[in-house]
């Protein structure tokens, strides 16, 4: 296991692993599938299908802000379980990322590690919303890049390569100083290994299993392996404090 004090730079995936996004996208799917008689949608099915298709649809638009590609989902969701959407339903969707609540121990584990890190967010969301999940944080990032910043959507290789390049421009910041920490194997543990990037999965549904709204990853010759893992934010303060005192866990 790497010693995460070695590292200056925590490069985060924010949705999934600061803020709490499937509680989120439930709260905003599960009354609308109930309105339209579609009860009978687990709450799995719910996050696991947006999964599948908000990955498609970033995929295919790379280019559109990230409020752009909720409408086209919940769009894109009505029409396969046969809802009949109702004027304003996609684009309120769309809007929704502000209310999605932080983790618990999101902003306390930002603040700790505040203290002896640089701290960067690496996210598939626009600037805006962003912002309104920052508020939720409490506490200044040092660098802010969104896929409206890169102009496309992890798990492209596009958006490891701008950070490194910002972050080497912008701090003298190297590939070796940087910790990827991030909840998704799709979207961030496979391309930042891809890139020659440490990571520290979160893995927030250790007590649920699955993989929830993040697509199920494919095997790609050890790069779904993170080089650390916990189940929480708080986790990592935990590590960080006994690697201070020089202890292996």
Known sequence: MHDVTKFNTLTFDCYGTLIDWERGILAELRPWADRHGRRDLDDNVLLETFGT????????????????????????????????????????????????????????????LKRYYKLVILSNVDRASFAQSNEKLGVAFDRVLTAQDIGSYKPSLRN?????????????IGKGDILHTAQSIFHDVVPARSVGLATMWINRRKSVGGWGATPAPKDQGGLTTPDIEGASMADFVVLHQAHLRGESA
């Open 53 to 112: 298709i908000e990955a498609a649809c970033e995929a295919e638009t790379p280019g559109k802000l990230y409020p752009e590609i909720l409408a086209e989902v919940h769009r894109r969701l009505a029409d396969k379980w046969g809802i009949e959407a109702r004027a304003g339903e996609a684009a309120e969707f769309g809007k929704s990322v502000g209310r999605w609540p932080a983790f618990a121990d999101s902003a306390t584990s930002l603040q700790y």
């Open 160 to 172: 490891f390569e701008y950070a490194l390049g910002d972050l080497e421009r912008n701090f003298g």
